[in-house]
């Protein structure tokens, strides 16, 4: 089980919100637009990445990959009509998560098993979130947490990634991650929750999965 730094809620948790709307909105209008195909049925295969890291800054061996998002990171904008690798860890969680293991094609790979799990963190905290507001509350308190990086304690799939060389490496890896976990979160709540703020079952459910058979700290 791995430990996580709690962290009080602050005075920003107001703008927090907003770009949590912001990011539901807006997973709803770019899948509407860019459907992702999935065949769940008898699925054999995890899904993997689309995405290449030709010419793409790394950090610890991770691509920083474009994202669409208004959250301050180092990510580089992608475009706002186009699926992002957020958009393909939502999308192809439910079907991922199943899997004890991942062959990995691409270092892109690398960081969508990253969000398949922390996707499966974040559900876990919205167990016993009955209404939106209760699960976007959660979800805002998820992301004052810690956000540690390979050779820190806590940090899932030791080996994945490579250390940082130095502090500077580190620091940016950990911005990264820090967005795209923030980024990822808000559109989460467009599929974890219904229009009217009640509970979706067909995605709270699989908070009780574990992905690579990794227990999820509560």
């Known amino acids: 089980m791995y430990n996580f730094d709690h962290y009080s809620p602050v005075s920003s948790s107001i703008q927090n919100f907003e770009l949590l709307v912001f990011g539901r909105n807006f997973f709803d209008h770019t899948i509407e637009r860019n459907p992702i195909p999935l065949t769940f049925n008898n699925r054999k295969m995890v899904y993997h990445s689309s995405f290449v890291d030709e010419g ?128 990822t979160s808000g559109r989460l709540l467009s599929v974890a929750y219904r229009a009217n703020g009640t509970p979706n079952k067909w995605w709270l459910a699989f908070a009780k999965r574990k992905f690579m058979n990794i227990i999820v700290p509560s």
């Open 56 to 183: 793409v800054t790394k950090a610890c061996g991770c691509p920083l990959l474009p994202l669409k998002s208004h959250i301050k990171g180092p990510a580089p904008a992608s475009d706002q009509d186009k699926v992002d690798i957020a958009d393909e860890a939502i999308t192809f969680f439910r079907a991922n998560v199943f899997f004890r293991n991942f062959d990995i094609k691409s270092s892109a790979d690398k960081l969508l098993i990253y969000l398949t799990f922390y996707i499966n963190v974040a559900l876990k905290r919205l167990e016993g979130c009955r209404t939106l507001a209760e699960g976007t509350k959660a979800i805002i308190n998820l992301g004052l947490e810690k956000v540690t990086v390979p050779g820190e304690p806590g940090f899932p799939f030791q080996g994945l990634f490579a250390v940082p060389q130095s502090q500077q490496e580190a620091e940016l890896f950990r911005s990264y991650l820090k967005q795209i976990r923030e980024e």
